[in-house]
Antibody
Framework: EVQLLESGGGLVQRGGSLRLSCAAS????????MGWVRQSPGKGLEWVSI????????HYADSVKGRFTVSRDNSKNSLFLQMRSLRVDDTAIYYC??????????????WGQGTLVTVSS | DIQMTQSPSSLSASVGDTVTITCRAS??????LAWLQQKPGKAPRSLIY???SLQSGVPSRFSGSGSGTDFTLTISSLQPEDFATYYC?????????FGGGTKVEIK
């Protein structure tokens, strides 16, 4: 069974930085696109970013473009999200999700349990 | 951006009922549509991909249909564990977008 375990969330001040990690196991990590999706308290789901199997291709939501950077280390089965210039409205639970192959990268078949990021003013 | 509109936003139903949730895309997305279930305090769970394909381990009472712009999720014989919020999501184009959710509550 696919396992995705996020870490790195916490409380940070507005304008600060945070790096999220997602440790993947029990599937061929390097064969799949990976993504980040967030959920603000009491709200719906919002896609954040996606990265291709090799890491060569990425896409971002406009709300985070230029501030967030997604990356992966296939040798360590790990996904990362570097978040900079954090805003109060970035406060959310951040989920790591396993996508499909790049043509269907956004088909998120498995999800981690999430990590909470709180940005204070 | 492709807008995903779900209806209704909430519904009340009884155990054993059949429930239908609709999702409409603002432009054609072929069958690049997924349905997700989320229970309070839990991560989302993928139920259906490619509009009508059931994820492994998902009960057969869940079914999806549609193509282009109009899609439906049907839950036959609603079970107590099915009370949750359901989201549709398109993966046809970036940015990936989700519907606003449909909360299925116990009548």
């Amino acid at each position: 069974e696919v396992q995705l375990l996020e870490s790195g969330g916490g409380l940070v001040q507005r304008g600060g930085s945070l790096r999220l990690s997602c440790a993947a196991s029990d599937f061929m990590f390097s064969y799949y696109a990976m993504g980040w999706v967030r959920q603000s308290p009491g709200k719906g789901l919002e896609w954040v970013s996606i990265i291709s199997e090799s890491g060569a291709d990425t896409h971002y939501a406009d709300s985070v473009k230029g501030r967030f950077t997604v990356s992966r280390d296939n040798s360590k089965n790990s996904l990362f999200l570097q978040m900079r210039s954090l805003r109060v409205d970035d406060t959310a639970i951040y989920y790591c999700a396993k996508g499909g192959t790049w043509s269907f990268g956004g088909n998120f078949g498995s999800w981690g349990q999430g990590t909470l990021v709180t940005v204070s003013s | 951006d492709i807008q995903m509109t779900q209806s209704p936003s909430s519904l009340s139903a009884s155990v054993g009922d059949t429930v239908t949730i609709t999702c409409r895309a603002s432009q054609g997305i072929s069958n690049y549509l997924a349905w997700l279930q989320q229970k309070p305090g839990k991560a989302p769970r993928s139920l259906i991909y490619a509009a009508s394909s059931l994820q492994s381990g998902v009960p057969s009472r869940f079914s999806g249909s549609g193509s282009g712009t109009d899609f439906t999720l049907t839950i036959s014989s609603l079970q107590p564990e099915d009370f949750a919020t359901y989201y549709c999501q398109q993966y046809y184009a970036y940015p990936l977008t989700f519907g606003g959710g449909t909360k299925v509550e116990i009548k």
